[in-house]
């Protein structure tokens, strides 16, 4: 007795499965919002055979502290990104940009001060996204405040031109018959 699943039956395995994941790492936010607490005073860590250092924050544990406030707000917003049905969820993106970018440049940059002047570098992205996101706020704007259906007004515009196109040829024949 080989029975096959559904293949609707995987699919609502799969997003019961994606769904837990997401809610198991919502629920666990506060618990790792305080994972900094376990890391040592000291300069350098090795967990795992991988060295952290202390990125020039004094200490591993503030450096884990700061990780920490950059990490759980972006995996926050990733999750928000993805499950979003709201015609907006792509300005989402900004924020989500933002503490990337401030990750990467906690763990990458030599400079002394971090945080600073990261703004420009979230420009181009805004660029593009904030144009997007006003269109679309536009078109359904127009669509369900104003009434305004482009489409159906595009179809009622052929329409009239069709109608002015067969009167002028009912014109044209009673002329060639009289």
């Known amino acids: 007795m080989n029975e096959e699943i559904p293949p609707k039956n995987k699919k609502a395995k799969k997003k019961l499965l994606i769904d837990s994941f997401m809610?198991?790492?919502i629920i666990m936010a506060p618990f790792i919002f305080k994972a900094h607490e376990y890391l040592p005073e000291t300069l350098t860590i090795?967990?795992?055979?991988?060295?952290?250092g202390d990125n020039g924050f004094g200490s591993v544990n503030m450096y884990g502290w700061f990780m920490v406030q950059k990490i759980i707000p972006l995996y926050l917003l990733i999750i928000w990104f993805f499950t979003c049905k709201d015609w907006w969820y792509h300005i989402i993106l900004i924020p989500i940009m933002m503490y990337a970018f401030q990750i990467f440049e906690t763990v990458y940059s030599e400079d002394v001060y971090v945080d600073t002047e990261n703004v420009l570098w979230l420009l181009p992205v805004c660029m593009i996204i904030i144009p997007i996101v006003y269109?679309?706020?536009?078109?359904?704007?127009?669509?369900?405040v104003h009434g305004i259906d482009l489409d159906a007004m595009d179809a009622e515009l052929k329409m009239l031109q069709e109608k002015e196109?067969?009167?002028?040829e009912k014109e044209e024949l009673k002329r060639k018959i009289m």
């Not at 090795?46 to 952290?52: F, P, Q, S």
């Not at 269109?135 to 369900?144: A, G, N, S």
């Not at 196109?165 to 002028?168: H, N, S, V, Y």
Request: aromatic share 20%.
């Open 46 to 52: 090795n967990i795992l055979g991988y060295t952290i």
């Open 23 to 25: 809610v198991f790492f």
């Open 135 to 144: 269109f679309i706020r536009i078109k359904l704007y127009d669509k369900h």
């Open 165 to 168: 196109r067969l009167r002028m």
